[in-house]
């Protein structure tokens, strides 16, 4: 019998290095005195364990137990609400309970999650292992662990308590700093309170300006809007800005957020779509480039970005509309199967999209530096963004507040996501990739900057353990809880800094972003991309093809 896979990451459909995980066994426990069984089972005979969720798991592989007789438990069926007490406002929920029915959930109870991700096919478990955010900087901030005031945790044991057992930790726990951002390695979360917040509205409205005041605005944007964000488009000089901020429950307004990205679409548009864009990859030209990329900014312009003012049609700005219709999206989860009429863009059935996705944050007294020395990268030369950055989304930044968890964010952030072009072949440079890599490597190295625990290439979490200063006691709760290492697998031992480096040297690495480059070899040299110095950050080491140079 074939060994069972783990699902696919999300809306990337390939780990970064390629490799398919395998597991001997999937237990799908559905109670938590299930659970407890599950991990008492594999705790007596010491074989690896992760947690799978139901729809898509991190870009790195953490949720593999590494090698081929591991064991995965999945929490899809500990999905359920297990109370809600509106006058303290807590809800309290099965850690396999996806963001969407967390929210719906809360909203009938006349509640509301203050800040969440975008994406709301993400589990409470899932989103509190890599850390998932919203976007903001007041109160607590946009991430979701900062809202939890307790949680159940089932953990390896001696064989004289059975194997596995359940610990409760309250908001005044000494442990709850390590085990709400844990990546996993702690154990399996079987219940999570969260501490809730009335009803409440917001007011939605996207502005484009020009980029020339970015750098000043990215530092001051956070504090003027509550769940501002914004997104940038290089090539273009177009900055996109979210004007997002709360209201009254009595503002008149159904608002939706429909993100495009996140819905079915037909599936022949899509797979013709991955098609042009591979077409112009191999051999379109930078003005092919550019124009492909400013059709796709105007038409989500056009489309008003997926927002409608009553879940239908979009007339005006503002979008008003409740804080579950408004706060995340992710309808392509809930469309019917129609025999693959229609498809989510990454469905793995398909051949369509297939792309890298790299979050990384800086610190917000950086950010003005950080946007600076982007926007000079761009200028010397612009049309090397539009296959970089410009063809997909371009660069969103998100704010991140500071956060007691051992492995959150040490000081008030901002949050970069990029996604962009990969190649179904291995080794197969991107056009123009010196460009994200430079970033980035500017980014994590001369603003000492942080990978998403979440999203992001082999490279980025090379010494990230250094840079968080209470890892150190992350690491004493983990050996607490799981002395062992049963819920660790290779990957985690290396971003942990147990063991050696998540870099994988070989030829193509950089290529891959599996390393940074420091020999030709390391790129494609065949085709013409050469390890050299970035164009800004010198320090940066890239592959560039040499007629770019």
Same mark, same amino acid.
Request: charged share 20%; aromatic share 8%.
């Given at each position: 019998?074939?060994?069972?896979? !783990? ?67 999945? +929490?899809?069926?500990? &999905?359920? *609400? ?29 509640? @509301? ?6 994406? %709301?096919?993400? *589990? ?46 309250? @908001? ?22 969260? +501490? ?8 939605? *409205? ?16 956070? =504090? ?16 996109? %800005? ?44 930078? *003005?092919?480039?550019?124009? !492909? ?23 005006? %700005? ?38 890298? &996705? ?10 003005? !530096? ?49 996604? %962009? ?30 990978? =998403?625990?979440?999203?992001?290439? &082999? ?11 209470? !890892? ?13 290492? #049963?819920?660790?697998?290779?990957? +985690? ?36 991309? #050469? ?19």
């Amino acid at each position: 019998m074939a060994r069972p896979t !783990a699902p696919s990451p999300t809306r990337t459909g390939s780990f970064t290095d390629r490799t398919i995980c395998r597991a001997a066994k999937v237990t799908y426990p559905g109670t938590e005195q299930e659970l407890v069984a599950a991990v008492a089972a594999v705790v007596s005979t010491k074989q690896k364990v992760k947690v799978a969720t139901k729809h898509s798991h991190s870009i790195p592989k953490l949720a593999c137990p590494g090698g081929d007789e591991g064991t995965l438990v999945s +929490t899809a069926r500990l &999905n359920r *609400t297990v109370c809600i007490d509106v006058a303290k406002r807590l809800m309290t929920v099965e850690s396999g309970m996806v963001l969407r029915d967390l929210i719906e959930a809360a909203a009938a109870a006349g509640l @509301s999650l203050p800040h969440s991700p975008y994406w %709301y096919g993400l *589990t409470i478990g899932g989103m509190l292992a890599t850390g998932a955010h919203g976007s903001s900087l007041w109160g607590k901030g946009g991430a979701v662990h900062e809202y939890v005031v307790g949680l159940r945790i089932v953990t390896p044991a001696p064989a004289s308590q059975g194997f596995a057992v359940v610990r409760e930790l309250g @908001s005044d726990h000494p442990d709850l700093d390590a085990v709400k951002v844990s990546l996993g390695v702690l154990g399996v979360v079987s219940q999570v309170t969260l +501490t809730m917040q009335p009803l409440f509205k917001r007011s939605v *409205t996207m502005v484009q300006r020009d980029d020339s005041d970015m750098a000043e605005k990215v530092a001051v944007w956070g =504090h003027l809007h509550e769940f501002g964000d914004m997104t940038w488009l290089p090539y273009q000089r177009k900055v996109i %800005y979210r004007q997002d901020d709360r209201v009254d429950v009595s503002t008149p307004g159904n608002g939706l957020n429909d993100l495009l990205l996140f819905r079915a679409s037909p599936t022949r548009r899509l797979i013709d779509a991955r098609v042009a864009e591979e077409r112009l990859q191999e051999n379109g030209t930078d *003005t092919a480039r550019c124009t !492909a990329a400013q059709q796709q900014a105007a038409a989500f312009e056009q489309r008003s970005y997926g927002f409608t003012n009553d879940g239908v049609s979009f007339t005006r %700005y503002p979008v008003v509309g409740y804080q579950h219709r408004v706060q995340a999206s992710g309808t392509c989860l809930s469309s019917p199967e129609d025999g693959l009429l229609t498809s989510c863009a990454w469905d793995p059935r398909i051949r369509g999209s297939f792309y890298y &996705n790299s979050g990384f944050s800086v610190t917000l007294s950086k950010a003005r !530096a950080f946007v600076v020395d982007m926007q000079r990268l761009r200028d010397r030369n612009p049309d090397m963004f539009c296959a970089a950055l410009d063809s997909k989304v371009g660069v969103v930044m998100r704010y991140v507040k500071a956060s007691s968890a051992y492995l959150g964010k040490k000081k008030d952030s901002v949050d970069f996501d990029i996604i %962009y072009y990969r190649s179904h072949t291995n080794g197969m440079p991107r056009v123009h990739a010196d460009v994200v890599d430079e970033i980035e490597q500017m980014a994590l190295r001369k603003y000492s900057g942080l990978p =998403h625990w979440g999203k992001n290439r &082999n490279f980025a979490y090379d010494g990230v353990i250094a840079k968080y200063p209470k !890892a150190h006691e992350f690491l004493k709760v983990k050996n607490r809880y799981d002395p062992a290492g #049963l819920f660790s697998n290779e990957w +985690t031992d290396q971003v942990l800094g147990i063991n050696e480096t998540p870099n994988i040297i070989k030829k193509s690495c950089a290529i891959e972003g599996l390393c940074v480059c420091s020999s030709d070899l390391h790129c494609a040299p065949e085709q013409g991309y #050469l390890c050299k110095p970035g164009k800004v950050y010198k320090e940066a080491r890239v592959c560039s093809f040499i007629r770019d140079y």
